[in-house]
């Protein structure tokens, strides 16, 4: 079983999320530790460290997986041009 690493500003969007978007979210990242890299994941251009994103309703998490340790990195809404450059600036 894979172990969940979460960076702080992941923690923080995770944590301002509705109840809803939580549930949906909360359920992804409870996948990529059972699945690790689920099929409907995709791994991103330009990632060092093999970084991946997945989609989950609205929102979308970019992760990494070291080991035995899935790092989230990042969490933001899919048409928010802020998630790809908060994804850089944790590079």
């Known amino acids: ?3 969940l690493a979460i960076s702080h500003a992941a923690y923080k969007v995770l944590a ?3 109840a809803k978007q939580y549930k949906q979210v909360g359920g992804a990242i409870f996948r ?3 699945e690790g890299h689920p099929h409907d994941s995709k791994a ?3 990632a060092r460290y093999d ?3 997945v989609d ?4 979308r998490i970019v992760y990494a997986i070291h080991g035995d340790i899935v790092e989230i990195l990042v969490i933001g809404k899919h048409n ?3 998630v790809y450059p908060a994804w850089l ?3």
Do not use: A, I, S, V
């Open 1 to 3: 079983m894979l172990k």
């Open 16 to 18: 301002d999320l509705q």
């Open 32 to 34: 990529l530790l059972k």
């Open 44 to 46: 991103l251009r330009g």
């Open 51 to 53: 970084e991946r994103r």
């Open 56 to 59: 989950c309703g609205e929102y």
């Open 80 to 82: 928010d041009d802020e």
């Open 89 to 91: 600036r944790t590079t």
